[in-house]
């Protein structure tokens, strides 16, 4: 205003006009923000989450593909068993009351009973059979279906409560594997649905592309009712947008924001988020295929100087690819030592033995694979160089990355490192070691038959002898061959509005179960 | 005329075949959109089925055949991600962009010529300087780092307006204030910098040396003659907005085309690509067909 | 790069046009600035590279987004350090090269591409007309984010790749603004004066339309220069641009968009530059737009005469 004071009058007049009208409209703004408000995140038991990617579809044969699984799994659609993972239950009953080894293969699974899908027909062991074969259908092509990939199940119908389930070869971890399908009716048909019929606490009643879902509470549950009477789904891709929701009151649950916007203690959770980060390392490649080089990389690396700096505080110094709460886990393994001495000590003895060490490294990243992606693979460039590796950096996106990172891999000069990060939240290591480690693993950079003996071993083993070989295999990989370097276990970062009483866990990237939330 | 319009509709319609096998072809030099499609640790059977769902795995000139048949009966084949038609989810898009892009241009239009003409009247004077200045920085400053520092500050801190989204008027006025800003800065200096030569031309001198001060027949004469290059500018930003304020677009989360293209570009979905591009090319096609009557209407002379 | 043949353009005048050209800069106290910043910006892309490459690439972790103005880690942390603690004022230094360098490199190469087709378009006959004109249609409706993706994918991200996408992108805007004002001039007393008079083709077009068309196409082109910078950072934004190792103001801008609000300084000083070329290239050309006119000379003669 200090200009206008020396304008001619009516000038300042019209200044003064326009101020106000702009001063209205603020008003008019404030007043409808205030009215709008409440329509999205009501003072009762409504919730709003805004998650980072919209959903392409709601099919609940894909609730494995984590965007969908936040949404629908456990809500929607359920499954006949459940991994436990805010206790120390293991695996709980879900749709499955109980589960029994019939040996030879086969378990016997016990149905609970007066469970109604949101259509009101009710849910029989026939509905078991058609939802596998809806994942084995050739029809449609369900990520579920993974799982099962060498093995051949057959049903039978006992009655219509009781299912027996015969697995070829035996699959020890099938009540586990239980978790990961989701239970549809009889009458779903072959082809991808838009109107998921579940026999979850909720219902979606609305679903516009691109803009929102809309879960509501099914009156008739067969099991408690959940506090939540309605969850609506936004989708926001910037994260200090998301962020901002939950502070300006537009949502509830924002989860996966980066550490740069989690700058309220008293809303933002931090959570192993069963991720982990590693460089993949082709073993039969010069000049990784000599260990002293693949030791030399993990001694280069400063691992401490990225928590708290580019990965947010919290984050854990990796040793297996799997996260601390999976079966198996060593906790006798160290990380390695910062030790750029030791490293360079290393290379020279390779080169002394006829390695040549000045093949070029290139290390292959992923844009936006997870927040600061970039900054951790260009410092991780300038460490090997420092202990005298010729490293370079190539960031790509994610179809390019995925040639590099799963077999067969494109010829190189010397050879890539593949910066990757690999999720396994579903308690056994089964979902990660062969396909990182055994000879015939897509992404595996490994050759070696103890290793796929050991892992054939560990996978058809149970109890606490499958624990004790997957330990091992955990030892044999980190400390007798150097398979990978092995970086962190991620965190994720979630901002939770104050009037909810909920805690994100390792497994909230993959889903968010309405009934866990509270309010306070 | 109407000669002149039908050759010009035959040869945008050859046009857009060339620019459907152009897209069809170079699309997929770029990946398989199963490995993409399906999680890391899908088997390779899996990736054969999906391939064979839709039609992936058949020979490229085969599958090319198949599309334009499809396509000249208006089947714009099924999104590989959404399992839904793909037109479908084109049109829904559109239907949130061209609001979007109609405001946001009409707008800048209208401020961009009155305010770029004043200028150009004003030449070197404190008025030109400062809307040079002015739009001279919306123009160059990065549209990402202006959006979400209008977020912070309107929707977060000031809390007057809702942060990102649609669903009232409201939610409507950060896309828009962001979007107009780099194009209302680009036209405002053409608009200037034509007019500008323009009134050098003899007849506006004459006028001027007559004594007729700056009124409106100047204004409105000097304004038609300045118009060809501002209009082919116009056009130029309008078919930007018309492909998807895709930045916009991804942090309001504004359910627009530019959005869906990048996804669906990232994700290899084809079919929702080549069905987006070709419905912006209709747009973009018709809209330049506009221009050039446009131009004639302009300048007569150039009718022919 | 632009900048250059700007500048060097009034030298064909003759030496006594160029040093009155230069005493009229001096007299419009913006353009001169404008035109000492430009040279400022030049000499850092061809000499920042070699003199503070590898300052500008040292990390430091433990030392990142450390705040500006604070002299106590040296000169060159003036402006902040960045995510990896690396000093900003020798990035942004270095980056100048890489920005210009793909700004330039677009902006020249759509330009001479679609100028020429433009001036083909509007000159030639009919049916060639027609065929470039549906061609610049087909351009404009390739989105470029497709371009890039394509050319990203098959060719890899590179300097030299970033200039053809951006450039591709950018030829319908000069080929339609060629041809519009070429129908327009064609149709003038004194071109079709000289048509009668027997003049050759190029000779109509170096003599009496080029010299109508330029000022628009230069107009076009210094805002071009912004729009490309810009371009480029949001293809950066949208993980499909430049990747590191390599550095553009554009990329430094998408980088700091994380730390908008924790670190400010790593987005706004590059935006800044970004901001600050443009400005001055757009009022150096405006400025000579009228100093070149010589029906337009007299306002900065009448003004710096009042001003005096």
């Not at chain 3, 030298?11 to 404008?34: E, H, I, N, P």
Request: hydrophobic residues 50%.
């Amino acid at each position: 205003m200090g200009a206008s004071q020396r304008r001619p009058c009516l000038t300042a007049k019209l200044y003064w006009e326009a101020e106000l009208t702009f001063k209205h409209l603020l008003i008019g703004a404030l007043l409808a923000s205030t009215i709008a408000t409440p329509a999205m995140a009501q003072a009762n038991t409504d919730i709003t989450v805004v998650l980072s990617e919209e959903l392409d579809l709601v099919e609940p044969c894909m609730a494995t593909r984590s965007n969908i699984g936040r949404v629908i799994l456990q809500n929607i659609s359920e499954t006949l068993t459940e991994l436990d993972v805010r206790g120390d239950k293991g695996l709980m009953p879900r749709l499955a009351d109980s589960w029994e080894d019939k040996g030879d293969g086969t378990w016997q699974f016990k149905l609970h009973s007066g469970v109604k899908f949101s259509d009101g027909t009710t849910f029989d062991a026939a509905d078991v059979k058609h939802s596998f074969d809806r994942v084995f259908s050739d029809q449609l092509t369900c990520e579920s279906k993974r799982y099962f990939a060498d093995t051949t199940l057959t049903f039978t119908v006992v009655d219509d409560l009781t299912i027996d389930v015969k697995a070829e070869p035996a699959q020890p971890v099938l009540p586990l594997l239980m978790s990961l399908v989701t239970m549809v009716p009889s009458e779903t048909p072959m082809e991808f649905v838009r109107d998921p019929i579940g026999t979850g606490p909720y219902v979606m009643t609305e679903w516009t592309a691109g803009q929102q879902i809309v879960l509501d509470r099914r009156a008739d549950y067969w099991g408690a009712q959940p506090e939540v009477t309605k969850a609506t789904y936004l989708f926001r891709s910037e994260p200090a947008v998301r962020a901002g929701m939950v502070a300006a009151g537009e949502a509830d649950i924002a989860p996966q924001i980066t550490a740069e916007v989690a700058d309220n203690k008293a809303t933002d959770f931090t959570y192993l988020n069963s991720e982990t980060v590693y460089l993949r390392v082709d073993g039969q490649d010069a000049p990784t295929s000599d260990i002293r080089i693949r030791q030399a990389l993990n001694a280069a690396i400063d691992r401490e100087a990225f928590i708290g700096t580019v990965l947010p505080a919290g984050t854990e110094l990796a040793v297996a690819m799997v996260p601390p709460t999976t079966l198996g886990w060593n906790p006798d393994l160290t990380p390695p030592a910062y030790d750029p001495e030791l490293a360079k000590k290393l290379i020279a003895e390779a080169k002394a033995d006829g390695v040549d060490v000045s093949l070029p490294i290139e290390v292959v990243a992923r844009t936006e694979n997870f927040p600061n992606v970039t900054e951790v693979s260009e410092a991780l460039v300038q460490m090997f160089n420092e202990v005298g590796f010729t490293a370079t950096l190539h960031m790509v996106e994610v179809a390019e990355h995925e040639q590099y990172y799963s077999k067969p891999y494109p010829e190189s000069t010397g050879t890539r490192l593949v910066l990757a990060q690999h999720d396994n939240s579903r308690g056994d290591p089964v979902f990660s070691m062969f396909f990182k480690y055994d000879s015939k693993g897509t992404q595996s950079g490994v050759n070696d038959p103890k290793v796929d003996e050991m892992i054939a071993a560990a996978s058809a083993a149970t109890g606490d002898e499958r624990a004790a070989l997957w330990s091992e295999l955990f030892k044999y990989v980190h400390d007798d061959i150097v398979a990978d370097v092995l970086l962190f276990h991620m965190v994720g970062l979630s901002r939770v509005g104050e009037r909810l009483d909920f805690t994100p866990t390792i497994a909230t990237n993959q889903q968010l179960q309405l009934a866990e939330i509270g309010f306070k | 005329m109407t000669k002149l319009i039908s050759q010009r509709v035959i040869a945008s319609l050859l046009s857009l075949l060339g620019l459907l096998i152009l897209v069809f072809f170079l699309s997929r030099l770029t990946g398989d959109p199963a490995v993409l499609f399906l999680p890391i640790d899908a088997t390779e059977e899996m990736k054969t089925q999906f391939r064979a769902l839709h039609g992936l795995d058949l020979p490229i000139l085969e599958q090319f055949g198949r599309y334009v048949w499809d396509f000249v009966h208006l089947d714009f084949g099924e999104s590989l991600r959404k399992a839904r038609p793909a037109i479908d989810v084109v049109l829904e898009a559109y239907a949130w962009t061209l609001p979007l892009a109609g405001i946001t241009m009409g707008l800048v239009v209208v401020a961009a010529i009155v305010l770029g003409s004043l200028a150009a009247f004003n030449v070197g004077g404190f008025f030109d300087r400062l809307v040079s200045i002015v739009s001279l920085i919306g123009a160059s400053a990065p549209d990402f780092w202006i959006a979400i520092v209008a977020i912070v500050v309107f929707a977060i801190n000031l809390s007057w307006l809702p942060t990102s989204g649609v669903g009232t008027p409201w939610h409507w006025v950060l896309p828009i204030a962001v979007l107009f800003i780099r194009p209302f800065g680009l036209i405002v200096q053409v608009v200037r910098g034509s007019m500008l030569t323009a009134l050098s031309a003899q007849y506006v001198k004459t006028a001027r040396a007559k004594g007729v001060k700056n009124l409106p027949i100047i204004f409105v004469h000097t304004l038609r003659n300045a118009m060809l290059p501002v209009i082919t500018v116009i056009g130029d930003q309008a078919a930007a907005m018309l492909n998807g304020a895709v930045i916009v677009e991804t942090i309001f989360g504004f359910p627009g085309i530019g959005k869906l293209m990048i996804d669906s570009i990232l994700q290899r979905d084809f079919n929702v690509v080549l069905a987006a591009i070709m419905v912006t090319a209709l747009a973009i096609f018709i809209m330049n067909i506009l221009i050039d009557l446009a131009y004639g209407l302009l300048d007569p002379r150039i009718r022919n | 790069m632009t900048d250059v043949t700007l500048v060097a353009k009034p030298v064909s005048q003759g030496k006594s046009g160029f040093s009155a050209l230069l005493s009229m800069l001096w007299r419009d106290k913006l353009a001169f600035v404008s035109a000492v910043i430009l040279v400022l910006i030049i000499l850092c892309a061809v000499l920042g590279p070699a003199l503070l490459g590898d300052m500008a690439n040292s990390q430091n972790l433990r030392g990142r987004n450390s705040p500006p103005f604070d002299l106590a880690r040296g000169w060159a942390f003036v402006l902040g350090g960045d995510s990896l603690g690396r000093p900003m004022l020798a990035r942004l230094v270095v980056a100048a090269r890489s920005t210009i360098m793909v700004a330039s490199g677009a902006v020249l190469v759509s330009l001479a591409i679609g100028a020429t087709l433009g001036l083909v378009a509007g000159y030639m006959g009919k049916n060639i007309s027609q065929v470039i004109m549906r061609l610049a249609d087909v351009i404009m409706s390739f989105p470029s984010l497709l371009i890039a993706v394509v050319v990203l994918y098959v060719l890899g991200p590179s300097i030299p790749n970033m200039i053809l996408v951006l450039a591709i992108t950018r030829i319908p805007i000069y080929l339609r603004t060629t041809r519009a004002e070429v129908l327009e001039v064609r149709e003038r007393m004194f071109v079709q004066a000289a048509v009668v008079m027997g003049a050759g083709h190029w000779r109509i077009i170096a003599r009496h339309i080029l010299p109508v068309v330029a000022p628009t196409l230069v107009t076009i082109a210094t805002l071009d220069f912004a729009f490309v910078m810009l371009a480029e950072s949001s293809l950066s934004f949208l993980g499909i641009g430049i990747q590191p190792p390599d550095i553009t103001w554009g990329l430094m801008v998408a980088q700091g968009r994380p730390y908008l609000t924790t670190a400010w300084w790593l987005a706004l000083w590059p935006g800044l530059f970004i901001v600050i070329t443009t400005l001055a290239l757009n009022l150096l050309s405006n400025w000579m737009r009228i100093a070149l006119d010589p029906t337009q000379r007299w306002r900065l003669e009448a003004r710096s005469t009042k001003d005096e």
